[in-house]
């Protein structure tokens, strides 16, 4: 995964308060049913404020937020959000990846944890993630070998053009 990178920050923003919002969301997070899991994860993860991403993403190490995509949640809607990259981590995906193509993995890991948090009841209001219920009850390393499966017989009928994820 390519690192985002911290840039210089907008002055039209307040980061004091972006930091007070983020820490509401973190405190979601403690009262929720998972508090005992992603509770001490979360305490040992840096966060990052960047411009350079979308969304949000994760390392294992650092949770970066795009400060304009974190404003523009419903604030149960950036507790999953968080969630979401807190699970990342917590089922290891970046070392269960291996020498899988790292994008793709990616998609198959967060079906996974998209699946999980839809069927628990958290909100992805107002946010498409990538979520598929056919592959409910399957493990990430299987959703992975699907996605390839269905990569590679899509190249196959557009001439050899990989697909693009």
């Not at 979308?54 to 604030?75: D, E, R, S």
């Not at 998609?107 to 946010?127: K, Q, V």
């Not at 590679?152 to 693009?164: H, I, R, S, T």
Request: a negative charge.
């Amino acid at each position: 995964m390519k690192t985002p990178t911290e840039i210089s920050k907008d002055p039209g923003l307040d980061y004091t308060m972006l930091d007070r919002e983020l820490d509401r969301t973190k405190t979601k997070v403690f009262l929720g049913n998972t508090a005992a899991f992603l509770g001490p994860l979360m305490c040992s993860m840096n966060f990052a404020w960047v411009e350079d991403i979308a969304t949000a993403c994760t390392n294992g190490v650092t949770v970066w937020w795009n400060p304009h995509f974190f404003l523009a949640l419903q604030p149960e809607v950036r507790e999953t959000v968080l969630m979401h990259e807190l699970w990342h981590p917590a089922r290891l995906d970046m070392l269960r990846r291996g020498s899988r193509d790292p994008e793709l993995w990616n998609y198959a890991a967060d079906i996974w944890i998209n699946n999980t948090l839809i069927r628990e009841g958290h909100s992805f209001a107002g946010f498409k993630p990538w979520f598929n219920f056919d592959y409910e009850g399957w493990v990430t390393e299987d959703v992975y070998d699907d996605l390839v499966r269905i990569r590679d017989e899509e190249a196959a009928k557009f001439g050899g053009m990989p697909m693009p994820w």
